[in-house]
């Protein structure tokens, strides 16, 4: 944990999940420390989660209905960590497990608020949201990141002799010739240069 928290930005949480037989144990890591819940199971909470999935897809469904199938699981699995986490804590890197792969963490609410859709306190309103399959492979990946950012790229533009591209050639004929190479593609010396400026990489244009 603490190799994980040293490579995280400030404003980003890790929150992990492992469900046992009677409780869901609930790990929540930041730069500033670390916390460990342990929530009572429901005997339900299968179907909580397919009865939530459900109101995602059903739309006509009225905003209280997908309120109450969303608050008691933003309620149990994430409440109280992101009380404690704190304000600043922006980004959340969600490390599900068994049923919890199936939940849209974005699409929960943080209360009951509210009375369209639009007004609803999507959890994705607050926190950018992404997830990892788990804290091994999450810190293999933070490593990368701070050592590559060396990011390889090598890009190809070649240039052809031929005075194909001209008014009189109709989009037919011109897709044909991009196609078999006989043309230069439009733009694709420009594109590549600017990816390889960005991933601080190399074009070749000739």
Avoid: C
Avoid at 23 to 48: H, V
Avoid at 88 to 103: A, F, M, Q
Avoid at 164 to 191: F, H, T
Wanted: aromatic share 12%; glycine share 6%.
């Amino acid at each position: 944990p603490a190799t994980i928290r040293a490579k995280i930005g400030a404003e980003t949480a890790i929150v992990e999940y492992a469900i046992t037989e009677d409780y869901i144990f609930i790990w929540a890591l930041s730069r500033k420390g670390q916390q460990m819940y342990r929530m009572d199971l429901p005997p339900d909470f299968e179907e909580q989660i397919g009865a939530f999935r459900d109101k995602v897809y059903q739309t006509e469904s009225a905003p209280t209905a997908y309120q109450n199938a969303a608050y008691p699981l933003y309620d149990l699995l994430l409440k109280t960590a992101l009380e404690d986490l704190g304000e600043g804590i922006k980004e959340l890197i969600i490390i599900p497990d068994g049923s919890l792969v199936l939940l849209p963490f974005e699409a929960l609410v943080q209360n009951t608020e509210g009375s369209t859709y639009r007004d609803l306190a999507y959890l994705i309103k607050d926190y950018t949201i992404s997830y990892a399959y788990s804290a091994s492979v999450l810190l293999e990946q933070l490593e990368k990141e701070v050592k590559g950012q060396a990011q390889v790229f090598g890009g190809f533009a070649a240039s052809y002799e031929i005075d194909a591209w001209q008014p009189a050639y109709d989009q037919q004929m011109v897709s044909q010739l991009v196609r078999s190479g006989e043309l230069p593609l439009p733009g694709a010396r420009l594109e590549v240069s600017q990816i390889a400026e960005t991933m601080n990489g190399e074009a070749f244009l000739d």
